[in-house]
């Protein structure tokens, strides 16, 4: 990072979020954004991408203050992520960023206090704003949101934007933002297909394209065992397993809440601390229940695949799927969850 010739205020923020040298997709993309490139980025789950992004964006922020007025709702940087999770994720690392800096971060993500982020939005100057897409077009339409002064668009998991429908969306949210040439766009995704390119070629002027072949996939790093079992054994085989095997820190995936209610009342039963994550547990509980998880307080987490993606939880030891996800992606972003960043799980 020291190559880099960044802002010392962000040099600390590095520092605290223990980064000491580059990853390989920070070091590429770095490269090209710093010097004030687009960017479109290939890379899994774990390499360090959100860090690429928002170091560039905080350190032309610190450099290039702005001397005219400005007024509440109008952020400097927009990154759009497609859930609520990994909004949220990104918001607690550019804060950990922007510790030593005076930038105001902020997120609007559904699920959370309409009211208490309206407020915000009214009376706040904001310099970088993380959102989701339908809390974002909510605002835009209140007016208590213009992203006519945005200098800086990242666009996070593109693809799964893609899939998830909303690409509608996005395509109005970069309507309200600058012309390409008056802004810089970063779009990350984690795979390259047709519809994604097109779309980056679309919003992006010149962009370089970084694609990271990393030294191990994720799969490499996690060792990886097929029970063979049926319906009504099922939980007895996952109790077993959490408990057999010692399984200090566990994630268990499953299709659909139902499932996840239904596993999680039975290990609770059995005395195990346990707690579950899904689309109708509110963000609030959501959010606490990631916290406890991840400061050791809960054992097993039961999860659809809302948290499959962009939740960055260190030392988890193993993770179950209760059930095969229907698209081979989401399998691999599942047990993604462990064996993070070359570890082994």
Known sequence: FHDFDLHLDLMHGIAD???QYCTPIQAEVLTHTLAGADAIGRAQTGTGKTAAFLITVINDLLKHPIDVQRFAGEPRALIVAPTRELAMQIEKDARVLAKHTDLQVMSV???????????RLQNKLIDILVATPGRL?????????????????????????????????????????PKSQYRQTQLFSATFNDDVMNLSRRWTQDAAVVEIEPTQVTTDTVEQKVYITNTDDKFTLLYNLITGMDMDKV??????????????????????????????VPQTQRSK?????RAGDLQVLIATDVAGRGIHIDGVSHVVNYNLPEDPEDYVHRIGRTGRAGASG
């Open 137 to 177: 077009l909510d605002f835009a339409k209140r007016r208590d949101l213009w992203l006519d002064r945005v200098e800086f668009l990242v666009l996070d998991e593109a693809d799964r934007m893609l899939d998830m429908g909303f690409i509608p969306d996005v395509k109005r949210i970069v309507g309200m933002t």
């Open 251 to 280: 994630i268990v995936f499953a299709n659909r809440r139902d499932i996840t209610r239904r596993v999680s009342d039975r290990l609770h039963k059995k005395g195990l601390k346990v707690s579950l994550i899904s689309g109708d």
């Open 17 to 19: 979020s223990g980064f």
């Open 109 to 119: 993500v559904g699920g959370m206090n309409f009211n208490r982020q309206q407020e």
């Open 289 to 293: 229940t990631l916290e406890r998880f």
